[in-house]
């Protein structure tokens, strides 16, 4: 199956599926379900606190601030940054070798299950790979149309993302469940 999915991510098969709101949470609704657990410090400032933990500051209705505070980083940033990379490499693929590849569209699944599980509401899985595919489809629309050399910055990221040594970090990044933040990704 892991095979197949992967097959799919480089080989685009999965076609342009739409996706409307991505591994993006739906910060109000989390605000309505947990409305009995909203600290309210000051008037007009709202405070909830998820596990992880994550916390969440509105004003006047708007979130301001999302901190994740796990100590191991935004997990929506961790698949922002494996999205690019996984684009800038199905279009230019013969800058990895297969084991690369797949080694690191294996991040990227768990990047993508690991969100799709996180975010609120949780995505079913065939809403996840969507969501998947419209962010690839978009990095790869906004990536320059000219592969460059083995030794451009991007490749040896890329190299870098399909070692024993990365996996063991996002497999610490995605070991703490909590909502996959994504912004600000430095």
Known sequence: ???????????????????????APELDALFEKHAAEIATPSPGTQVLELPGPVILTRRSGAVVRAEDQSGYGRAGCALQRLVEITAAVQLCPELLSAAERDRLATLLMRAAAFAGRNTYPPLPEEARRAALMTELAAARQAQPGVCPTPE???????????????????????????LPLAQPCP
């Open 1 to 23: 199956m892991a095979g197949v999915l992967c097959g799919m991510l480089w080989c685009g098969l999965a076609g342009p599926l739409r996706a409307e709101r991505g591994f």
């Open 152 to 178: 451009a910055d991007w490749v040896r990221f890329a190299r870098s993302l399909a070692t024993d040594g990365a996996a063991r970090r996002f497999e610490r990044i995605f070991s703490v469940p909590r």
